[in-house]
C-alpha cells in the first residue's frame, strides 16, 4: 500500500475529544490487521501501561455525539475506548508484529506534524492579535487627532447670529 495512501487514511481515523487528539480501539485494529476485541484484550493485560491519559473510554454522550463514532462501533456492547498519542506509543509494546511497528511509526510521524501545525497555528494566531493591537492604537490616536483638529477648525458661532437655511414657519412667526 502507498505511503501516502496509509498517512491519509490514518489523518481521517484522528478524532479531538476532550480536547485531545485520539484515535478509536476499532480503527487502530484495523490498521494493525487485528480484531478489535483482541486489542482491547491486550491492553486489558497490560492495563497499567495505559493511564487516563493514554487511553479512555467514551461516554454515551462522547458516543453520541461524533458521528464517524457509530459507523465503528455500531454493534459493539461497549463503548469504543480512546487512545491518545502516548496510548498510541504504548500499543507498540504490547501488539509487537511487524505491521504494528510500521503502522505506529506513520501514527507518530502524523501526530508529530498536527502538533506542528498547532503550533505553527498558534503562532500566527498571536502575530494577528499582535497586529490587531496595533492597529487599534493607530486609530485610536488617528481618531483623537481628529477630533482635536476638529475643535480648531470648527468656527464659534456668535450668539447674536442669524441662522442661515429653510425657516420653519411656525418659528418665523413667533
Known amino acids: 500500500m502507498n505511503q501516502n495512501v496509509v498517512i491519509s487514511k490514518i489523518e481521517k481515523m484522528i478524532y479531538v475529544v476532550r480536547g485531545q487528539n485520539v484515535?478509536?480501539?476499532?480503527?487502530?485494529?484495523e490498521l494493525y490487521g487485528v480484531k478489535t476485541k483482541a486489542l482491547n484484550q491486550a491492553v486489558k493485560r497490560n492495563l497499567e501501561?495505559?493511564?487516563?491519559?493514554?487511553m479512555f473510554q467514551l461516554t454515551q454522550a462522547e458516543g453520541n455525539s461524533h458521528k464517524d463514532f457509530h459507523s465503528n462501533y455500531g454493534g459493539q456492547r461497549y463503548l469504543p475506548n480512546v487512545f491518545t498519542e502516548n496510548g498510541v506509543a504504548m500499543l507498540s509494546t504490547v501488539l509487537n508484529s511487524k505491521q504494528a511497528?510500521?503502522?505506529n511509526i506513520s501514527i507518530m510521524r502524523i501526530f508529530t506534524r498536527l502538533r506542528s501545525f498547532l503550533m505553527l497555528e498558534k503562532e500566527l494566531k498571536d502575530r494577528v492579535d499582535k497586529l490587531e493591537h496595533s492597529t487599534n492604537m493607530m486609530f485610536k490616536?488617528?481618531?483623537e487627532r481628529l477630533d482635536d483638529y476638529e475643535e480648531q477648525v470648527t468656527p464659534i458661532l456668535a450668539p447674536n447670529r442669524k441662522k442661515i437655511g429653510?425657516?420653519?414657519k411656525k418659528t418665523e412667526q413667533t
Open 23 to 29: 484515535m478509536l480501539d476499532s480503527d487502530l485494529a
Open 141 to 143: 490616536i488617528v481618531f
Open 101 to 103: 511497528i510500521q503502522v
Open 49 to 54: 501501561r495505559f493511564p487516563e491519559d493514554f
Open 166 to 168: 429653510i425657516a420653519n
